[in-house]
T-cell receptor, first 114, second 115 residues
Framework: GDSVTQMEGPVTLSEEAFLTINCTYT??????LFWYVQYPGEGLQLLLK?????DKGSNKGFEATYRKETTSFHLEKGSVQVSDSAVYFC?????????????FGIGTKLQVIP | DAGVIQSPRHEVTEMGQEVTLRCKPI?????LFWYRQTMMRGLELLIY????????DSGMPEDRFSAKMPNASFSTLKIQPSEPRDSAVYFC?????????????FGAGSRLTVL
């Protein structure tokens, strides 16, 4: 079945450091890939997405490129801020019976310290 | 739109009591999902509806859990009787398939503690 593997957290970085959170996936066909972010006490919200190979999703300084050859969708940001502290979820969707089934990774907690 | 609205935000109850969680999806969204989040298991899909009809409830843990969607603007998740292992954050999410890749919009969640 479909699966998403992301690095275990927590990840602790100093402000302005470079961020990479790794994500790899297993799925048949051509899934769409997502990063969701969950701030403390809130629900998940979409951060960025990519729907086909070599697409780059970007938002709020975060980027991720859909790499079909390595089945990866790593999240990067050049300079993190304290306000980026949150849990980040990698996810994929694939059509299944007329519905796009969503598979989430376990989430990676990011803590940015001043 | 105010987004996906869930209530209550926090619920503390005693083992054996009935718990009802409520959700109002985004107007016009035709898919509604109930998820459970715990430290041990992460995010688990419990059930989802399409046009108010339950499509897949294979994630519902056991018969103590039930979900309904009587109309397009309201859904409930009920646990009866509740047990301490049901303690978790329960999220409702909705989606519009016309958005392309089925982007989910989540509510803020209902944190359930069963003593």
């Amino acid at each position: 079945g479909d699966s998403v593997t992301q690095m275990e957290g927590p990840v602790t970085l100093s402000e302005e450091a470079f961020l990479t959170i790794n994500c790899t996936y297993t799925a048949t066909g051509y899934p769409s890939l997502f990063w969701y972010v969950q701030y403390p006490g809130e629900g998940l919200q979409l951060l960025l997405k990519a729907t086909k190979a070599d697409d780059k999703g970007s938002n709020k300084g975060f980027e991720a490129t859909y790499r079909k050859e390595t089945t990866s969708f790593h999240l990067e940001k050049g300079s993190v801020q304290v306000s980026d502290s949150a849990v980040y979820f990698c996810a994929l969707t694939r059509a299944s019976g007329g519905y796009q089934k969503v598979t989430f990774g376990i989430g990676t907690k990011l803590q940015v310290i001043p | 739109d105010a987004g996906v609205i869930q209530s209550p935000r926090h619920e503390v109850t005693e083992m054996g009591q009935e718990v009802t969680l409520r959700c109002k999806p985004i107007s016009g969204h035709d898919y509604l999902f109930w998820y459970r989040q715990t430290m041990m298991r992460g995010l688990e899909l419990l059930i989802y509806f399409n046009n108010n009809v339950p499509i897949d409830d294979s994630g519902m843990p056991e018969d103590r859990f039930s979900a309904k969607m009587p109309n397009a603007s309201f859904s409930t998740l009920k646990i009866q009787p509740s047990e301490p292992r049901d303690s978790a954050v329960y999220f409702c999410a909705s989606s519009d398939r016309d958005s392309g890749a089925n982007v989910l919009t989540f509510g803020a969640g209902s944190r359930l503690t069963v003593l």
